[in-house]
């Protein structure tokens, strides 16, 4: 008797396969892409050093959870700046441990922001790298101290409408900002986890050690999710951890008074 496997198309061998995988239990790595878009348009000067002792900071405590979760979780690391004269892929999903530190040369801040396109042109690309990946989840973090100004290719409804549905596949966004109205800029891009930060050396610090203290929280949760010996978490499942990790960190700088 034939096997009924064999009368398939590929593409139903391959639809089949990944159902299979996404109701495994937690064998395998979790691949986690650590996405940070910094805004490097001109008014980016004041603060430069700071964004780059900041981005590097972050960088270091990523490196430490692909140390410290080596066992259950794979990191990569994908940084662009931008600015309306040119977008720069720094790093494209480049293993955390390979990835060299951020140097003056490497952000200049010049010209505008054109938010809209840096997220919109940086999140469709790595969507369309993992999407057929079943254990992976997105991580991605805006700093900005302005608004949208200068985006010729993606709207506000653009973007409001791809985080949306980012969202549903577990993706998580945090949006850190100052010289705006943080909440209210990142709500038209159906962004929920802000941080606003003082537009100075110090706010930019404090942003940063916020955000690599809630990565290393988010980290850690999956790491007893996967040791755990239960069923593989779905994608929704990283977005609420994600979440979580987001408000514990909110409600320890609050007891903090910042």
Excluded at 167 to 181: A, H, I, L, P, V
Excluded at 230 to 243: Q, Y
Aim: charged residues 30%; hydrophobic residues 35%.
């Amino acid at each position: 008797m034939a096997n009924k496997n064999e009368n398939k198309s590929f593409s139903e061998k391959i639809k089949d396969f990944f159902a299979n995988q996404e109701n495994t239990t937690t064998g395998g790595k979790t691949q986690v892409f650590n996405v940070v878009i910094l805004d490097r348009s001109g008014s980016m000067s004041s603060i430069r050093q700071a964004a780059l002792s900041g981005f590097n900071e972050t960088l270091r405590g990523i490196q430490q959870a692909q140390k410290q979760f080596a066992e259950t979780q794979d990191h990569f690391v994908s940084l662009l700046t931008f600015c309306s004269c040119h977008m720069d892929n720094v790093y494209d999903k480049t293993p955390a441990l390979e990835a060299r530190e951020l140097t003056p040369a490497d952000y200049e801040p010049c010209c505008c922001t054109p938010l809209y396109d840096a997220m919109g042109l940086t999140i469709t690309s790595m969507r369309d790298y993992v999407k057929n990946i079943p254990d992976a989840t997105v991580v991605v973090t805006i700093i900005t101290d302005g608004m949208e100004n200068a985006s010729r290719e993606y709207s506000a409804k653009a973007i409001n409408n791809l985080v949306k549905d980012l969202r549903k596949e577990g993706w998580t966004f945090t949006y850190m900002g100052t010289n705006q109205d943080v909440i209210e800029e990142a709500a038209k891009m159906a962004i929920n986890n802000t941080r606003s930060f003082s537009y100075n050396n110090d706010g930019v610090a404090y942003a940063m050690e916020a955000d690599r203290s809630q990565r290393m929280n988010f980290y850690g949760r999956m790491d007893r999710r996967k040791r755990s010996g239960g069923p593989r978490a779905s994608k929704l499942e990283m977005a609420e951890m994600a979440d979580l990790a987001y408000e514990e960190e909110e409600e320890r700088n609050k007891k903090k008074g910042k």
